[in-house]
């Protein structure tokens, strides 16, 4: 005795035609990982806009601030607008503005070059990775020490022509290379095109 069984499926060439559309997708994952590539890069940045998410990044620690506004002045010396402000009193105003610019500037946002340098790549056409080259990235996103290597101490400027000898200093995690809840579904629909 044999039996024979049919099953009537209504809508299947729609669901075979989303699930082919999906192995093409997976066979060419270039185009979906560079649409997530440039979702995630658009995340960091907005970590650097809000000096972290979701949690705040620690404050500058006050040897930082004199080491920022010791080079900021330095800086500011070398410039053509403060060479040419005849009255001392009008340069010394220049350098208290630029000293207050520093202190209440953006934390690791004093040059812009962390938060510039933040890119994306695909690799291998499999495999996204985001990030930054500049050598001190990795410490600023996830803390360290820094000790000297070839003396006795770190000297750090801190204005005048003066120098603090430190046998180490002490760098907070501050993550911003953070993916957020919200992002996500964006990133998933980036995959998805």
Known sequence: MAIDVRIRVDGLENVMERLRRYEFRANELVPGLRRAGQVIVRSVDKNFE???RPNKWKSRSDLTRMYLESLAEEQA?????YQ???RESTRQNHLA?????VRNGPILQNSGDLRKSITFQVV????LMVGSSLRYAAIHHFGGVIRPKNSKALYVPVGGGHFLMLKRVVIPARPYLMIQSEDEP????????
Do not use: S
């Not at 503005?97 to 610019?101: A, D, L, M």
């Not at 291998?124 to 495999?127: I, L, S």
């Open 50 to 52: 809000a000096q972290g």
């Open 84 to 86: 040419n402000m005849k």
């Open 77 to 81: 010396k070398t410039t053509k607008r």
């Open 124 to 127: 291998d056409g499999k495999t």
């Open 186 to 193: 964006k990133i998933e629909q980036a995959m998805l095109g």
């Open 97 to 101: 503005r630029v000293r207050e610019t």
